[in-house]
């Protein structure tokens, strides 16, 4: 199965079923879920989560209980500005900078409280949260559509800021699990790039997914300069900077 069918099959259910929460429609973003809390819960009672100092967390609805958690836990947060388009596109939210969590944890208060900084400024990242539409239990990831949480990934990984410590997680409801071999007619095969990131660790409100090393996809490690279209290279400054051909 083609991505964008994926995308389009797990919106309409979750919509379809109820389980979808604001904003609405759940279509073209990365949804939230019924549960999103319960979600959270699981990924914080992980070694993985009492073992991280510092987060990368997309900045989506269903992953705004993560991003307040780790905050209360003492834990720093990067956020990416949308779509990387600033010289310094990531927001710094940490416990003694944040004057109030709640808003600061939302996509306008992330950019009022939020410390501005550049990706070579962005330390060690523990731990990386993924919002994602539909997941595999391999530890395949489908996102928007747009590639930016992946190319975050990527340009971290340029920097060496992430790496084989890393670990990837996603908060999903149970219908964003897409299991093939169970859901055939649903699902079949997939198709992921050789730039998608897969996921170590999957919560859902009913439980917490290890994939199997030996069956995940590859991690790929930084920028695939051959895939990067022309015009994200013409609108994201850290790209530029750290195209091979401008050194």
């Avoid at 389980?19 to 699981?42: L, S, V, Y």
């Avoid at 969590?101 to 990386?128: F, I, M, N, R, Y």
């Amino acid at each position: 199965m083609d991505k964008q069918s994926l995308r389009e099959r797990i919106w309409d259910d979750l919509e379809a079923s109820g389980e979808a929460r604001f904003p609405f429609p759940p279509h073209g973003r990365i949804p939230n879920f019924a549960g999103a809390d319960a979600a959270c819960d699981r990924l914080a009672a992980t070694d993985e989560w009492a073992d991280a100092a510092v987060l990368k967390c997309n900045p989506d609805a269903p992953q705004l209980p993560v991003r307040r958690a780790a905050l209360r836990a003492g834990k720093t947060v990067y956020v990416a500005v949308p779509r990387l388009r600033e010289e310094h596109p990531f927001l710094r939210l940490a416990p003694d900078e944040v004057p109030d969590v709640d808003d600061a944890t939302t996509v306008s208060g992330a950019s009022k409280h939020g410390v501005p900084v550049g990706p070579d400024e962005v330390p060690d990242v523990d731990l990386v949260v993924s919002g994602s539409v539909a997941v595999t239990p391999d530890g395949g990831r489908v996102g928007k559509g747009e590639g930016f949480a992946d190319l975050e990934f990527a340009v971290l990984s340029e920097l060496g800021a992430v790496g084989d410590w890393t670990t990837v997680a996603s908060t999903v409801h149970e219908r964003q699990v897409v299991d093939a071999d169970a859901d055939v007619d649903a699902a079949g095969d997939v198709e992921l790039d050789s730039h998608d990131v897969p996921l170590d660790l999957i919560c859902t409100p009913e439980r917490t997914i290890r994939p199997d090393s030996a069956a995940k996809p590859p991690r790929p490690g930084g920028v695939d300069w051959d895939a990067l279209p022309d015009e994200k290279l013409a609108e994201i400054p850290v790209l530029q900077r750290l195209h091979p051909g401008d050194g």
